[in-house]
């Protein structure tokens, strides 16, 4: 079996990806806290590549990584590429939109996820990427996932991110979407 760096140092996502590639012919390993790599793209998409494939060159081995937030139509696609550093804690990044969304009708938002897989000499071997649409609402619900579950709530669930069960989440979530498409493939790589 091969091995595959899980390319993130967020504790919420990566139980999220670990579960996703749980049964597939990879061995998975953390990425080395030391090794921090400096999300400077311009998308989601140039992110999850640079962070896949500078880890994967680092340690000469295969490596996996995604990079994802959360885009408010009403905020023209707020926080966005920002989604991490909107504040200093989840609870600070949630009253922050709900702030400026304030009373505002347009709730509708969606969350974005790119997935990259980069070859041990740091090219690219697998991208994609995954959304679901939502809409914010005024007031947080529900204690299950991380960041900004709580206000993301899914009319075609009529739940939030936060009251699913991770089992839902895994299935209707952008990293769900995503990683549909990208798990078969990944599949056919590994040895
Ligand atoms: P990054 O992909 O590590 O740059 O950060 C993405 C940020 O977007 C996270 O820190 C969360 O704040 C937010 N985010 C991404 N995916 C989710 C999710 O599934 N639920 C809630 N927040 C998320």
């Known amino acids: 079996m091969r091995n595959l760096i899980v390319a993130t140092s967020n504790p919420g996502k990566l139980q999220e990806m670990q579960e996703y590639l749980i049964g ?4 998975l390993k953390l990425k080395p806290p030391e090794i921090e790599i400096e999300e400077t793209g311009q998308t989601f998409l140039e992110n999850a590549i640079l962070k ?20 408010v ?3 023209n696609g707020a926080p966005g590429l920002y989604s991490a550093r909107y504040g200093n804690s989840d609870r600070a990044r949630i009253e922050r939109v709900l702030k ?3 009373d505002n009708q347009n709730r509708q938002a969606k969350f974005i996820c ?21 809409e914010i609402l005024k007031t947080p619900q529900g204690k299950q996932g991380f960041g900004y579950d709580p206000i993301f709530y899914v009319p075609s669930h009529q739940q939030t991110f936060a009251q699913m069960t991770p089992e839902l989440k895994r299935d209707v979530s952008h990293r769900g979407q995503a990683f549909a498409t990208l798990l078969p493939k990944l599949k ?3 040895p």
Do not use: M, Y
């Not at 597939?24 to 061995?27: E, F, G, R, S, V």
């Not at 896949?52 to 490596?63: D, H, P, R, T």
């Open 24 to 27: 597939l012919n990879w061995t």
């Open 188 to 190: 056919k790589l590994s």
């Open 73 to 75: 139509e009403a905020l």
């Open 100 to 102: 400026e969304l304030g």
């Open 52 to 71: 896949a494939s500078q880890v994967a060159k680092a340690l000469e081995e295969w490596a996996i990584a995604d990079d994802s937030g959360l885009a």
């Open 114 to 134: 790119a997935i990259a897989v980069a070859r041990p000499d740091g090219s690219i071997a697998l991208e994609t990427e995954g959304i679901c649409q939502g």
